[in-house]
């Protein structure tokens, strides 16, 4: 077993590098380039990690800097004031709501194909399908009431009088078995499960319908324009890095991580990596044929048409802007190990 996974990281080490373009034999310089996230460094941006510690980014002919988000960053605005070259985008409302307020930027790959969002239940309270959560308490963000609460009103008939406060502390949610917490699927269950000492039911949104993308690639319109080739070099070799990240040996990427988040613990690693490959938060659905960071323009009318049902953007918002599918659906890394 130990040697099969050690040929199967060297194959998937090999496929990389000759999926990586070629460059002139004399070749030195590498285009600097920095990379801003939304959070501190964690599991869900191990893909990013491992093409920077593996020298994926390198092989593209990146000299890429990982600039961590947190509670008091704002990377995206810094992509907007061109001090970052791109921007890791929580989702494509962000997208639609760049389009709506004239902001210059665009996204052009999308990581996750499932939104991690979840509700989360107490178990053995009769909590077997998602409408069953209506009769709860609920614990929803602000940010949470403003996008996907409002899908919830619009298609599965959720009250706003039963919503409490989220303050990203699941105490009010362990106390009471009559209710519900939002939460992230690669973490909140684990930390329900440490604190609470049970496996809570678990409720991912994405598998009920909300279409969203997650963990999107946004950068200015102008690079684009401009430097198509670097977008696209940058591209490649982040989606060779998700797939080293979720199927390789992740341990360099982990290693980054936890140099950059010293709280973050190879248990919460592990589990959300495990979380993303159950519920195929990465690699499900059209990445199958077209490779991990796939769009589609299906897709993307779908959640649109949802958001307007939803009243949460405007029926007339041209979203077709908000994205392109020049740099995605090319089947790069596709026959790395799964």
């Known amino acids: 077993m130990i040697f099969a996974r050690i040929v199967r990281t060297v194959l998937a080490g090999l496929a990389a590098f000759a999926a990586a373009p070629a460059w002139p034999a004399g070749a ?86 499932k939104d991690p969002q979840v509700l989360l239940a107490h178990p053995d309270q009769g909590s077997d399908k998602l409408e069953d959560l209506k009769k709860l308490t609920l614990f929803v963000s602000p940010e949470g009431m403003a996008t996907y609460f409002q899908w919830l009103k619009a298609d599965f008939g959720f009250k706003d009088d039963k919503v409490k406060p989220y303050t990203f502390n699941p105490q009010p949610f362990l106390a009471d078995k009559n209710s519900a917490m939002q ?55 982040s989606i060779i890095g998700w797939y080293n990240y979720i199927y390789g040996d992740n341990a360099p990427a982990n290693a980054l991580i936890k140099q950059q988040n010293p709280e973050m613990t190879d248990e919460l690693l592990v589990y959300s990596v495990a979380k993303m490959k159950e519920y195929g938060i990465v690699d499900f659905g059209s990445t199958l044929a077209l490779g991990i960071g796939a769009m589609t323009d299906t897709r993307m009318k779908n959640f649109f048409d949802k958001m307007v049902r939803a009243g949460v953007v405007k029926a007339g918002l041209d979203y077709r802007k908000s994205y392109t599918l020049q740099f995605v659906d090319k089947k790069v890394g596709i026959d790395l190990e799964r």
């Open 28 to 113: 030195q310089a590498l285009d600097k380039v920095t990379f801003g996230t939304n959070w501190v460094a964690e599991a869900e941006h191990g893909g990013f990690y491992q093409a920077l510690a593996d020298g994926t980014y390198r092989k593209y002919g990146l000299d890429v800097t990982i600039l961590p988000g947190g509670p008091n960053a704002n990377n995206r605005m810094l992509l907007l004031v061109d001090k970052i070259d791109f921007y890791m985008s929580a989702n494509t409302l962000q997208g639609f709501d760049a389009v709506e307020h004239n902001v210059p930027t665009i996204e052009v790959a999308a990581m996750f194909q």
């Open 183 to 237: 939460g992230y699927v690669t973490s909140e269950p684990f930390a329900v499960e440490k604190q609470g000492k049970f496996k809570p039911k678990i409720f991912l949104l994405a598998d009920e319908g909300f279409s969203a993308y997650s963990t999107l690639i946004e950068t200015r319109r102008e690079l684009v324009e401009k430097k198509p080739d670097l977008v696209q070099r940058f591209v490649d070799a």
